[in-house]
């Protein structure tokens, strides 16, 4: 069983991986709540899936806001299996750089969202429930001009690992997902220049960029059953990026 009538919070839904995440798991038999801050690009989403998902405007980063989205879940479908906090930033600049407001932005879009989703998820999952936060690999292998997103990233990985430590009796699974680049509009200023995205599929091992649909894809394993005996994971989601090296 994958994701037939299973209900899940997708945090940052108005993005592309959430949309490419809420599409796939509607197609398999899945209810959603997409949540984010865009209203437009948010209900244009929902409205593309009709009835088996709803929009919750929701500004991640607020606890009372994320709290408001799981229980439109639960109010709306009587259950709630899975959360995925899709939300985050890219800030490419080396520290010297790096204004102290954009680290504290940063840090807020990429790693207080992740903490505020699995403060709000714990606690309301159904037994056998799962949290699905995004991470990167700039987290695992040192880029350059990555200080301040790979000090976040790098705190979503502990803070997976240890939620996956305090909620496992309760039999909530808690994991994430690290890309490498992938080709959204988020990283417009970076692929919109020939030869800066020619650099950037260069340093990829498989060659190109990924795609919304590739960490979408991986998302949802590991919110689905199929992944039940995993938690406490970082699914590298990056061509090879972080662990491979072509000759």
């Given at each position: 069983?994958?994701?037939?009538?299973?209900?899940?919070?997708?945090?940052?839904?108005?993005?592309?991986?959430?949309?490419?995440?809420?599409?796939?798991?509607v197609a398999?038999?899945?209810?959603?709540?997409?949540?984010?801050?865009?209203?437009?690009?948010?209900?244009?989403?929902?409205?593309?899936?009709g009835p088996?998902?709803?929009?919750?405007?929701?500004?991640?980063?607020?606890?009372?806001?994320?709290?408001?989205?799981?229980?439109?879940?639960?109010?709306?479908?009587?259950?709630?299996?899975?959360?995925?906090?899709?939300?985050?930033?890219?800030?490419?600049?080396?520290?010297?750089?790096?204004?102290?407001?954009?680290?504290?932005?940063?840090l807020a879009?990429?790693?207080?969202?992740?903490?505020?989703?699995?403060?709000?998820?714990?606690?309301?999952?159904?037994?056998?429930?799962?949290?699905?936060?995004?991470?990167?690999?700039?987290?695992?292998?040192?880029?350059?001009?990555?200080?301040?997103?790979?000090?976040?990233?790098?705190?979503?990985?502990?803070?997976?690992?240890?939620?996956?430590?305090?909620?496992?009796?309760?039999?909530?699974?808690?994991?994430?997902?690290?890309?490498?680049?992938?080709?959204?509009?988020?990283?417009?200023?970076?692929?919109?220049?020939?030869?800066?995205?020619?650099?950037?599929?260069?340093?990829?091992?498989?060659?190109?960029?990924?795609?919304?649909?590739?960490?979408?894809?991986?998302?949802?394993?590991?919110?689905?059953?199929?992944?039940?005996?995993?938690?406490?994971?970082?699914?590298?989601?990056?061509?090879?990026?972080?662990?491979?090296?072509?000759?």
């Amino acid at each position: 069983m994958g994701h037939a009538e299973r209900v899940y919070v997708v945090l940052g839904g108005g993005g592309a991986i959430g949309r490419a995440l809420a599409t796939a798991v509607v197609a398999e038999g899945a209810r959603v709540v997409l949540a984010g801050r865009r209203p437009e690009p948010l209900a244009a989403a929902a409205s593309a899936l009709g009835p088996a998902a709803v929009a919750c405007p929701t500004d991640a980063r607020v606890a009372a806001d994320v709290d408001a989205a799981l229980e439109a879940a639960r109010d709306r479908w009587g259950r709630l299996d899975g959360v995925a906090c899709c939300v985050g930033s890219i800030l490419l600049k080396p520290a010297h750089l790096t204004s102290l407001d954009e680290w504290d932005d940063v840090l807020a879009t990429n790693l207080r969202t992740a903490f505020v989703a699995v403060r709000a998820a714990a606690p309301r999952l159904d037994r056998g429930g799962s949290i699905v936060l995004v991470s990167s690999a700039a987290a695992t292998v040192g880029l350059a001009n990555h200080e301040a997103i790979a000090a976040a990233k790098a705190g979503v990985d502990g803070l997976t690992r240890a939620a996956a430590a305090t909620y496992a009796g309760r039999g909530v699974r808690v994991n994430a997902v690290a890309p490498g680049l992938v080709d959204t509009p988020l990283a417009a200023r970076i692929t919109s220049v020939a030869a800066s995205r020619q650099a950037s599929e260069a340093m990829h091992p498989l060659g190109r960029l990924g795609t919304a649909d590739d960490v979408a894809a991986a998302i949802g394993f590991l919110l689905s059953e199929r992944a039940a005996w995993i938690t406490g994971e970082v699914l590298a989601v990056d061509g090879g990026l972080a662990s491979v090296r072509r000759r």
